[in-house]
């Protein structure tokens, strides 16, 4: 099963995902990077573009059917695969935008979430919205407020799911952040996949039989 990532936007996540499944590799394991994002910086781009504001509830439905395909063939994906798999953001994160933008959580999306396999860890990186306004700011790929980035750390934080969720200090250096995601990962204990830390922020993958 696999490892799931969440938290806001210039939180690092692809970073440390790239990182661990990278480091995974080097130490001999077998890693798979699986992304489920939901296409939300492109529709802003063409809606600022445009200049058209996307209706709340078009802009989730939109999303919500991008990041459910993405999320099912990510699923599919790791059923096959004999190693770690770390996905990069789930269907909690679309929940989480739900609640920004004052909309109802639905029924779809929480009985998705009780049908497909739980994870064995779902991570939260947790940083402060001035921190990752300014990672954004520097990456200069997508734009967000100040206001948007505490309103979706709240929302995560509010989520029902998320007491269950792993946090970890994403505010800090890459190589701390990476560390603390292996030992989270270690600590998980799954029956599928186990990792071993090897050293400062390495992991090697074992599979447990």
Known sequence: MPVV??????AGKTTAARAAVDAARLAGGEALLLRNH???RNMSQWSARCGVPLNPRLADALETL???VNVLVSHARARRFNGMVVMDRHLYCQLALRRVRQLP???FLPWLLRLLPAPDLVVNFDIAPEQALERILLRATDTETLEELAALSDAYRSLPEFPAFVGIDAGAAQDDVLAALTNAINDAG???VAGAVTG???ISVRQSR
Not at 5 to 10: P, Y
């Open 38 to 40: 939901a296409g939300r």
């Open 190 to 192: 799954t029956d599928g």
């Open 66 to 68: 991008v990041r459910t």
């Open 5 to 10: 990532l969440t938290g806001i936007d210039g």
């Open 105 to 107: 959580r639905g029924r």
């Open 200 to 202: 400062a922020g390495r």
